[in-house]
């Protein structure tokens, strides 16, 4: 695959990419539904990019409860912090589906002088908006009640109104911190009083004022 296509080498020269080529190893490997690309005190200094699939990064408390913090179903780039400081993993990550991932082997050794300049300023951006997508994710998780987590879900998701479901309603419920049958019922009310349409795969908000809180 054409590196480029990755946010932290999208600038990056010829000369730029093979020296990063020269520090490090790309291989592609897919994974079946199910299969895990890492486990709760793994250890590695592989970065990882999801190529075509969908994978849950979770964590299961003490419980038995699953609670899922990111959902990836486009490309992106994964495990970034863990590679470069060497850290276990604190989640599991398993495919939701049929995936295909990049591994950048011993991601570290990309930052060793010399270093592209133009990759480091791409990496700081990368990582300033994977910050930003967890603060978004924080302030959903954070609100009081189940119907403004949903609320806030809904607000940061839609597009010119529709949100199309790229989780499962089981796989929401986790993300959201709550169980499928809660879920459901809430959703259900939101849709009787006018609020939103619920679809198999998406959700239409129909009283915009409705949903805010």
Do not use: H, W
């Given at each position: 695959m054409d590196l480029r296509n990755l946010q932290i080498f999208k600038n990056l020269t010829d000369q730029d990419l093979d020296l990063i080529k020269s520090k490090t190893e790309f291989i592609e490997k897919n994974y079946s539904k199910g299969e895990y690309i890492f486990r709760t005190g793994d250890t590695g200094s592989d970065?990882?990019?999801?190529?075509?699939?969908?994978?849950?990064?979770y964590q299961i408390d003490s419980n038995g409860k699953r609670f899922i913090f990111q959902n990836f179903n486009?490309?992106?780039?994964?495990?970034?912090?863990?590679?470069?400081?060497?850290?276990?993993?604190?989640?599991?990550?398993?495919?939701?589906?049929?995936?295909?991932?990049?591994?950048?082997?011993d991601f570290r050794k990309i930052f060793e002088v010399p270093c592209p300049e133009n990759f480091l300023r791409s990496y700081i951006k990368f990582l300033?908006?994977?910050?930003?997508?967890?603060?978004k994710k924080n302030q959903i998780t954070s609100q009081a009640s189940l119907r403004q987590k949903i609320g806030k879900y809904l607000l940061e998701n839609e597009k010119d109104g529709k949100i199309n479901?790229?989780?499962?309603r089981e796989d929401l419920a986790d993300y959201l911190s709550t169980t499928r049958p809660s879920l459901s019922r809430e959703l259900s009310k939101m849709a009787d009083e006018g609020i939103i349409k619920a679809g198999g795969d998406y959700i239409e908000i129909l009283d915009r004022e409705g949903i805010q809180f």
């Amino acid at each position: 695959m054409d590196l480029r296509n990755l946010q932290i080498f999208k600038n990056l020269t010829d000369q730029d990419l093979d020296l990063i080529k020269s520090k490090t190893e790309f291989i592609e490997k897919n994974y079946s539904k199910g299969e895990y690309i890492f486990r709760t005190g793994d250890t590695g200094s592989d970065l990882f990019y999801l190529i075509e699939g969908s994978l849950n990064v979770y964590q299961i408390d003490s419980n038995g409860k699953r609670f899922i913090f990111q959902n990836f179903n486009k490309p992106t780039l994964f495990g970034e912090v863990y590679a470069y400081l060497g850290e276990p993993f604190d989640f599991d990550c398993e495919c939701a589906r049929d995936s295909k991932i990049l591994i950048i082997k011993d991601f570290r050794k990309i930052f060793e002088v010399p270093c592209p300049e133009n990759f480091l300023r791409s990496y700081i951006k990368f990582l300033s908006k994977k910050c930003l997508a967890l603060s978004k994710k924080n302030q959903i998780t954070s609100q009081a009640s189940l119907r403004q987590k949903i609320g806030k879900y809904l607000l940061e998701n839609e597009k010119d109104g529709k949100i199309n479901l790229t989780m499962k309603r089981e796989d929401l419920a986790d993300y959201l911190s709550t169980t499928r049958p809660s879920l459901s019922r809430e959703l259900s009310k939101m849709a009787d009083e006018g609020i939103i349409k619920a679809g198999g795969d998406y959700i239409e908000i129909l009283d915009r004022e409705g949903i805010q809180f």
